[in-house]
Each structure stands twice: as C-alpha cells, then as structure tokens.
C-alpha cells in the first residue's frame, strides 16, 4: 500500500504587497510539516491564482496578507474558481488581519484566517483538518 500522498498548499501574494518575510515563514513551516509547498511570489492577481490551482491540483490555496489590497481581490478569486469548478478552500494570513477583518472574510467564503501571532502548530493543524473534512489528501 502506498502512503498519501502530501497535501498541496498553494501560497500566493496578491496585487501591489511586496512583503515576503512571512510568505516565506510559512512555507517553511508547511514544508516542514511534510506538505508540498507551490509558492508563486509576488504580484499575484485572482487569474494567476485561480489557473494555478487549477494546474497545481491542489488542496488549499493560502493568501499571505501584508497589505489590505486582498480584500479587494477576494470576490474575483471566488468567482474564478467557482467558475473552474474548483472547490479548494481559501486561507489568509498575515500582520494585517484584525479581528473584524477576519469575520468580513470569513463570510465571504474564506475556510480560516491567520492573523499575527498566530500558533504555528495551530496553522498546520487547522490546514490539515480542512483538507481532511474534503477528503482531499
């Protein structure tokens, strides 16, 4: 019998946010955690997301948040992989985040938010019970 094979996360930066410290944090702490890390940098726009999860075959799509630019990509994010019929849970972190920022997300369909100082254990954790709850890994 083989072994599962290792969640997929997609980590992107949307838009004008040039803040890549905590980008980079995370997807060593993913990698580490035994997933598979497809990191797209900066600059991102929902299009690009959206075409590479498609592509990727991933399992959940992270948003890393340094700026307030993603609030306004959100809904096209949405749209766009509903449009490709991908059904992938969205989670965003980052320095910005507040709480009422997170509830505003949360509504729109965003699966868990991560906001500063946020757990590390907690953030592997909660990613892997998403993709279970899917069945995707």
């Known amino acids: ?11 992107a930066i949307l838009g004008m946010d040039q803040h890549e410290a905590g ?7 993913l990698r580490d955690a035994g997933m598979e ?7 991102g726009t929902p299009e690009i997301v959206a075409a590479a999860a498609q592509e990727e075959g991933v ?20 749209e766009l ?12 972190g980052g320095s910005v985040l507040s709480q009422s920022d997170e509830s505003e997300i949360q509504a729109k ?11 590390s254990a907690e953030i592997v954790q ?4 998403l993709v279970e709850a899917r069945g995707a890994a």
Do not use: Q
């Open 1 to 11: 019998m083989s072994a599962p094979r290792p969640i997929r996360i997609l980590l």
């Open 23 to 29: 980008a980079f944090a995370v997807a060593r702490l």
């Open 37 to 43: 890390v497809i990191y797209l940098g900066r600059f």
């Open 59 to 78: 399992d959940v799509i992270g948003l890393s948040c340094h700026s307030w630019e993603y609030l306004y990509y959100l809904e096209e994010l949405f």
């Open 81 to 92: 992989l509903k449009s490709r019929e991908l059904d992938v849970p969205v989670v965003v």
């Open 109 to 119: 369909g965003v699966a868990a938010t991560f906001g500063p100082g946020s757990d």
């Open 126 to 129: 909660r990613i892997r019970n």
